[in-house]
């Protein structure tokens, strides 16, 4: 399957109906990220434990469409936490999904609850 920009749709905690139970949190590296599949969808799921936060977004870079933002660096600028991709180093915001050094598409971005040392992340289909 080729990958689709159109696949991916940012969902807010109002839109979501399903709660996906990716894995045990002990699956997920801290300050680091992993790849889930949801349906057709590859989703980067980020443990930022500096933050005491999760944050999940879709795994495809918009920039030259590979499946890599999981094995990206995360951090912060200007109290953003940010996920850079791999390859060429383009930033993207874990909170809006916003192109953070240029003028590509933003990513998806959807919610994370934790619920009984497991990871869920939420879809609105």
Known sequence: MIANLDTYESVSLAEVKVWYKAAPISKFPKNGGACIKYKDKQISVFNFTREGTWYACQNLCPHKMEMVLSRGMIGEENMEAKVACPLH?????????????????????????????????????
């Open 89 to 125: 180093k383009n930033t993207f915001s874990l909170k809006t999904g916003e192109n953070l050094n240029g003028s590509l598409d933003a990513i998806a971005t959807y919610p994370v609850k934790i619920e009984s040392d497991f990871v869920y992340v939420g879809f609105s289909e």
